[in-house]
């Protein structure tokens, strides 16, 4: 359960974006709307980093990037977005926990779900999106490493491979140590950047991809967090490209790609 004093998902009413700079002081107020005078558009948010699930207390962390939005059933919209953190690099985000029990830090690819009939209507309201959030979640809770295996756990037994992450694993199934350890979770997902989503058969009947697929992968050098540097960066498997399974009702009618496409 969520702590009172917490902002829920949706609640959050201020816009980031601003029609042009803030130099009234009605727009100068600290946790309020800037210039908000946009000539071609309206803007509401729908869910801001930092807001928590009433019921499960998670956050939303940030920062956001890729990100779609499809019809999950009849009653039902998901908004997903992945968010870009850096574990070790910067501040760790709480454990993203797994169907197995592992856990990872780092970014989280978040689900969102809103009421389909009040989303509809919400640029004419004066409601905030908290008003049609449902529920919140994560895209998904089974995670393939590079060897094939589904990783169920951490430990020091090169051959116990599915006990592995690729950021942290040499070839051999060798674990290699951070400078520091983690402390949010067993492993981390370096970075987040850039998503799409593939969806079936985009082509035509039987052409792409037979499943919706939303792909990702991690970013940047890590070299920095390894006792021996890029010695050891470079030694591992490296960093991740996901591709996720996704469970859809429709072809999305929101699909943008963040800064850069993935492999």
Known sequence: MADNDLVTIGETIALMPEASTANDPSELLDGQSGDNNFPFARFKPLATVGEVDPVTGDALTGYPDGNAAFLKDDDTITVVYQSESYGLMSKQTYGWEMASGVSFTGSHIHTIDYDREKFAEFLETGDSAADMFLESGHLFDTIYNVFGEVVDGKNDDATDLSAKWGNQTLPTGELVDFSQPL??????????????????????DGIGFEDNVWLTAEEWNIQYIFPNGATTSNATMGLASIAVDVRIQSQPWVKLVMKNCCP
Not at 183 to 204: I, M, P, R, V
């Open 183 to 204: 402390t949010e979770g067993d492993f981390f997902f370096q970075s987040f950047c850039g998503a799409f989503l593939e969806t079936a058969n985009k082509y035509g």
